[in-house]
C-alpha cells in the first residue's frame, strides 16, 4: 500500500508526493506541526499542512533569503531573523564572515526541537555562538526595537495561522523603525504564478516605506509551481549595484554572484504585476 501527503493548494490544484515514512506529528500551542519522509525529497517539515522545507532542496530557499540581504549591505553586523524555527537561515547568516551576532526570534518552541531531533542538515548551526536563539512573538519582539539591526530577514510560514501579521504594511513600517539609518530587510513573499494579489500589495507596501524595493526570484522545487519570491526593502542599498568581488567565497551549493544579479531579472507578467512594465 502506497500513501502520499497531499497539499491543497486552492480550490483546483492539490500537490502530492509519496511518503515512506511518518516521522513525527503533534499540535502545538500554535500550529500542527509534521516530519515526514518523503520519496525523492527526504525529510520534510509540514505546518497547518503546507510544506515549510525539505532536506532535497533546502538550500536554494535558505542561501537566497540570507545571503542576498548578506550580501547587498556593505557591513551586515547585526542580524535579525524572524521565524525560520528550522535553523536553515541561522546556519547561512552565521557563516556569513561579516556578521558579528545574530538573534533569532521564533514564536514556536516545538518547530525548533523538530528541527533539532529530525532536520540535523539545518538545524546544525542553532547553538553557534553568534546566535541567540529567543522564543517570543516576532512581531512583539521587532514593535520593541528601534534602529537595533543591520538586516532583518523575515523567514515566515504563508499567511496563516501565527504568520498572518508579518505580511502588512503596519509590521513593515516597525521593520523600518528596528532598522539602522541604512538597514534593510527581506521577507519570503510566496509563489508569482499563486499568490499574484499578495506579492503586488507587498511590493506596493515595501516601496512606500523604504528608498528601495526589490523583488527576487529562486527555484524551489519543493514549493508551489516552484518560481519563489522575496521582496527586500532597503534605506539606501541596492542589490543591483553589488559588485560580485565583494561576495564572500563561501561554500554556496546555489547562491552565487551571478545568480545575485539575474535572480532581480523578473518575468514580464511579474514586472507589470508590480507596476514596472
Known amino acids: 500500500m502506497e500513501l502520499w501527503y497531499t497539499e491543497n493548494q486552492n480550490s483546483h490544484l492539490r500537490l502530492s508526493c509519496r511518503v515512506n515514512q511518518t ?3 503533534e499540535k502545538t500551542p500554535f500550529q500542527h506541526l509534521a516530519v515526514l519522509d518523503a520519496a525523492g525529497f527526504g525529510r520534510m517539515l509540514v505546518l497547518d499542512g503546507i510544506v515549510q522545507t ?6 536554494i530557499y535558505h542561501e537566497m533569503i540570507a545571503h542576498v540581504p548578506l550580501n547587498t549591505h ?11 524555527g528550522d535553523g536553515g537561515t541561522a546556519r547561512e ?8 551576532g545574530a538573534v533569532m526570534v521564533e514564536i514556536d518552541e516545538r518547530v525548533v526541537a523538530a528541527a533539532r531531533k529530525y532536520l540535523p542538515e539545518l538545524s546544525s548551526h542553532l547553538d553557534d555562538p553568534k546566535l541567540e536563539l529567543r522564543f517570543a512573538d516576532g512581531i512583539k519582539h521587532v514593535a520593541e526595537c528601534d534602529a537595533e539591526y543591520d538586516v532583518i530577514i ?17 509590521f ?3 521593520v523600518s523603525k528596528a532598522l539602522k539609518e541604512d538597514g534593510l530587510f527581506v521577507a519570503q513573499s510566496e509563489s508569482p504564478l499563486f499568490n499574484r494579489d499578495l506579492i503586488a500589495r507587498i511590493y506596493r507596501d515595501v516601496a512606500g516605506i523604504f528608498a528601495v524595493a526589490r523583488t527576487y526570484l ?6 508551489p509551481g516552484g ?9 539606501r542599498y541596492d542589490p543591483l549595484t553589488v559588485k560580485p568581488e565583494s561576495i564572500p567565497a563561501l561554500a554556496y551549493r546555489y547562491y552565487n554572484a551571478e545568480i545575485h544579479r539575474a535572480a532581480f531579472a523578473l518575468p514580464q507578467f511579474l514586472r507589470k504585476l508590480l507596476g514596472q512594465g
Not at 74 to 84: S, T, Y
Open 154 to 170: 523575515i523567514d515566515s510560514t504563508d499567511p496563516v495561522g501565527p504568520a498572518v501579521g508579518l505580511f502588512s504594511r503596519e
Open 172 to 174: 513593515y513600517e516597525m
Open 218 to 223: 529562486a527555484c524551489v522545487p519543493s514549493y
Open 227 to 235: 518560481m519563489w519570491s522575496f521582496t527586500m526593502g532597503s534605506k
Open 54 to 59: 525539505t532536506v532535497w532542496d533546502e538550500y
Open 93 to 100: 547568516v552565521v557563516r556569513h564572515p561579516r556578521v558579528e
Open 74 to 84: 556593505p557591513d551586515p553586523k547585526r542580524i535579525l531573523i524572524i521565524g525560520g
Open 23 to 25: 516521522l513525527h506529528v
